[in-house]
């Protein structure tokens, strides 16, 4: 048999489980703090993604906690920009992995291909037209020849989300928009990586739609001097159509970059291979830095070919097949009227170098992501 406890004893019971109520309350609902190895309190919760609309400027800002992180530039006022590209692209700690040139000419960096701009997505031959070399380099007969991508509409900015969608038209030389395009950019950011999701849907618009297989394509990104590979010799580099461009030698002070493919392969040994990811690793003014670009199992193609050059070109291609293949492969993938097909691609900017498996970690979450 239990005692009965004193009446004082009964109270202080009841005010203690009150307190602790309280305080259970109250932490579940405090925010979330982590310790790092300096002892240093830091917030857990994500940066904030600010999207910020400038139709007089032509482009849309993306900014993490107020500062700069890149912008969608769609804008005809510059002539050299013939689709609309994300540029610049910043690290976490302000440092930029895109080559400033055309747009913006920096000491030391390759003046070559001034259709490389920033990141973008477009094809070297589409109903024989070429949209990935335009440019307002391309003079004479040659422009017949070429296609342009132009931005049509901003369809919604969502904040919560971090995404920006637009409309774009595919248009051939003649006028003729050949396909439509409905992109969705969903940018993440954390203390040490940045990340923009890309997923476009291209849609023929009356009749078939061809890309013959080409090399020239498709989600590409022009790195920062940084990140190239040291080369010791001059290199001949040769467009679509065969026309050289002949690339000196360079100081390769500060050059560091080096791929690394999913399945192992390293340096400019990467271009021409199939892979899931890509990962270019370097340091940008002494920021240890990993750019990877994330092919989809959805895709055409899967696992994508790699048009990844030393000198700065960071490209996948998955409708080159019988380039990258030398014959053994042949693709010329066709879009019948009025049927559509989805891209789906994520750029990985990390601060420091990320190993194998943590990309690979990085890429089983973007499948699960994005469907």
Known sequence: ?????PCHLRISFLVGAVLIGLLADACSRAPVIQIDRSGAEQQASAPAIQIVRNDAEQKVDVLVDGQPFTSYLYSDKI????????YPILTPQGNDVTRGFPLKKRAGE???HPHHIGLWLNYGDVNGFDFW?????ITGERVSRMGTIYHRAIRNIDEKNGALEVSCEWVDAQGNVLLTEETRFVFHASAA???IDRITTLTAVSGAVSFTDNKEGMIAVRVTRALEHPTK???TLTDSEGLAVEVPVMDNTGVTGEY?????????EAWGTRARWVMLTGVVKDEPVTLAILDHPKNVGYPTYWHARDYGLFSANPLGQSIFSEGKEEL???LDGGESTTFRYRLVLNSGKTSPEDMESQHQAFIADVQ
Do not use: C, W, Y
């Open 133 to 137: 070399n335009n440019s307002d380099a």
């Open 332 to 334: 010329n993938f066709i």
């Open 1 to 5: 048999m239990h005692k009965k406890q």
């Open 233 to 235: 010799s001059p290199v």
């Open 79 to 86: 002539s050299v920009l013939k689709k609309p590209v994300i």
């Open 260 to 268: 690394l493919t999913s399945e192992g392969v390293r340096g400019a």
């Open 193 to 195: 990586s940045r990340t």
């Open 110 to 112: 390759r003046v070559d």
